[in-house]
């Protein structure tokens, strides 16, 4: 019998243990809890107890999943690897007596290669940022001056990502206290990101002379994206939103989510000639394995070259 109390307890103990433990992000955290909350729901429609949940449960419901929920490789397999992370924690705390995830047949996760700007796509974007005569004069009751006011705070955010390859988290969470600046020029940005790892992230020279000069007169506690001063940032979904809208009126065609900007400053770095282990530091992946997946542009460089034989 599915003791619901006794799993939710459980599942506290848990997260508590990820986020002050291991030191995983609230974030994922969240993401967690809820693949949790997803497969007590199935053991429960499906009579089982998660305390006795065997290898055939964890793999019908990974079919469950993929085939009468239709969901997609990676977040099955990302519930995976929290059934794994949860019940590996709960048999050493003798929670449980066996680890149901232990040799299942997981579904392999389907290669593709990351989607991100064109040099000529990058620039009609940055572009059509910087671009306010389209702004109209008043809309919802908001005067041109505030339309203009989020268009360059929108301007600066999307332009500091291609600059740096901050997720759209930490970019958004990022404050004035968290930028180097000297003589007027940011130098440099610290970034607690996943798993809160610490990381300082170099900014180029030009870009740098411009986003000091922004941040003038602000106060350090302030977020750098801050609606208003000592407000709270827009949400990660607005600035999906934005930027699609602006992605579609500079004409490029491609799929383009903040997600896209991070791969583009990756792609730029390695057509620098950056060492894939410098791009691991500077995005903050935890293991190379994960940066490798921008090994595309040495392959294009070295077509390039082969085919000028």
Known sequence: MFDADLFAEIRKEFAAYLRFTKGYSKNTCYQYNSDLNIWSRWLQDNGKDWQYARSADVERFMTWELQDQGVGVPITLRRISCLSTFYRWAKKNEIVVEDPTYLIDKPKRPQRLPIWLGRSEQRQLEEMLGQIGDL?????????????????????????????????????????????????IAKFIRVVGKGDKERLIPLPAAFGRKFGAWLEGRNGADYVFARQTGGKPPSATSARAYLQ???????????????KLRHTYATRLLEAEAQLVDIQALLGHANLSTTQIYTHVDEDRMAAIVSKL
Do not use: C, W
């Not at 901050?166 to 180097?180: F, Q």
């Not at 809208?245 to 997600?259: N, S, W």
């Open 136 to 184: 109209p004069d008043n809309i919802f009751g908001m005067k041109r001056e505030h339309v203009v006011a989020i268009r360059q705070r929108y301007e600066m955010l999307f332009v500091l990502m291609l600059n740096s390859g901050l997720r759209i988290s930490e970019a958004l969470t990022l404050k004035v206290e968290d930028v180097r600046l000297s003589d007027g």
């Open 245 to 259: 809208r602006l992605v579609k009126k500079a004409g490029i065609t491609k799929k383009v989510t903040p997600h």
